[in-house]
């Protein structure tokens, strides 16, 4: 299956990475990430091209990977700087480097065409770096299913009545509509509950003691990003929909990073307006996000089992689908764009570019 390649995707947390080499594999590509004596992370191709042993498996001199079968040693930018008993250096002995930011204490790896990796490119709001929001780097969510499934799930806010009544959600919400915005770079699904008794988080970290305005604004930025703008605020206030910060809000950013066509990882955080500098309450939510997500990974990676299944019919479509649908056309597009490039030449090293 191909994959959008021309994006930013997230390996981890910059807490994720130091001195020791760090395997991983994003778009079925095995990768070793380390961060260097200049302080800059590093993502190389982990495969040393004379034996195909991964360079993980080596080890470290200096900021060099010296491979673990027959010691030949490359560099950050994954050029060869040593063949043990020969002088000459092959020009074929190199691994693929990818370039790598690093940003609000979150990795990306560029997985494309190295010479399109604009750092501007990278997701980034706001509120990522404003005072009066609290910012925590949560977990990773590691989901056996493919990531379009679970980038979908992430622009639907109708499933969140059902699989998550004891949380995010609640039967309140069962018949409101869901509203859809498809004509920007940024889909959008969101819908408001009115005068409705709160969801089980916010009568845990909204101290509410009657009924809430609740709303679910889903933002899922291609290829697979996704920022779910939630809260409540007393009914008798009667927000309008641009004073949202009156209430108490709070963005769960989802970085879905696919590592197989049939394995995805999220890595989430959280931003909220409330309980800052509180690392008690970052705690007391994570614990509660990990009961949501759970839910719904067992649902994704249900769906998952059974598309493996044949399949009499194909599956029906009705009006909630109208976000996953635009965004499935939107992948299939982009990756035909990016079949017309020449990519077929060997990835020369690059310059691994940093904020």
């Known amino acids: 299956m191909p994959f959008v390649r021309n994006a930013w995707y997230v390996a981890g947390w910059s807490r994720d990475f130091g001195a020791e080499m760090v395997a991983l594999t994003m778009l079925a590509q095995n990768l070793v990430l380390y961060r260097a004596s200049d302080g800059h992370i590093y993502a190389l191709e982990d495969r040393c091209p004379h034996r195909l042993l991964p ?13 673990g079968y027959h010691g030949m040693t490359f560099g950050t930018d994954g050029r060869c700087v040593r063949v043990p008993g020969q002088s000459n250096l092959p020009k074929s002995a190199y691994v693929d480097s990818f370039p790598v930011l690093e940003r609000h ?20 709001m706001p509120e990522l770096g404003q ?15 493919n990531y379009l499934n679970v980038a979908e799930n992430l622009v639907d806010p109708a499933h969140v009545s059902f699989v998550h009544p004891t949380t995010l959600g609640n039967a309140a919400s069962e018949n409101v509509p869901v509203h859809v915005k498809t004509s920007g770079e940024v889909i959008v699904a969101w819908r408001w509950i009115r005068d409705a008794e709160p969801i089980g988080f916010f009568k845990k970290f ?9 709303w679910h604004y889903y933002y899922l930025h291609m290829p697979s990003t996704a920022v779910i703008d939630f809260g409540s ?6 927000l309008p929909e641009d004073q949202r910060d009156n209430g108490v809000r709070i963005f769960a950013l989802h970085f879905v990073t696919p590592v197989t066509e049939d394995y995805t990882i999220d890595h989430w955080l ?17 614990a509660m996000f990990r009961v949501a997500f759970a839910e719904d990974k067992a649902i994704l990676e249900a769906v998952h089992q059974e598309e493996q ?38 990835v020369s090293p690059v310059f691994v570019q940093h904020d």
């Open 55 to 67: 360079l993980s498996k080596g080890k470290r001199i200096g900021d060099t990977i010296q491979c």
């Open 206 to 214: 909204g101290g509410f003691d009657g009924n809430v305005d609740r």
């Open 105 to 124: 204490g979150i990795v990306f790896v560029w997985m494309g065409d190295p010479d399109k990796a604009d750092p501007a490119l990278a997701f980034d």
């Open 309 to 346: 299944r044949p399949q009499k019919r194909k599956p029906i479509r009705i009006a909630i689908d109208k976000a996953p649908n635009v965004y499935r056309k939107r992948i299939r597009d982009t990756i035909e764009a990016e079949a017309t490039d020449d990519l077929g030449e060997p």
């Open 131 to 145: 005072d009066g929001w609290h910012l925590h780097h949560g977990d990773k969510l590691h989901i056996r299913a």
């Open 270 to 286: 959280h931003l909220r307006n409330t309980a800052l500098g509180d690392e008690s309450a970052s705690d007391q939510m994570d």
């Open 233 to 238: 605020a007393d009914a008798k206030l009667a």
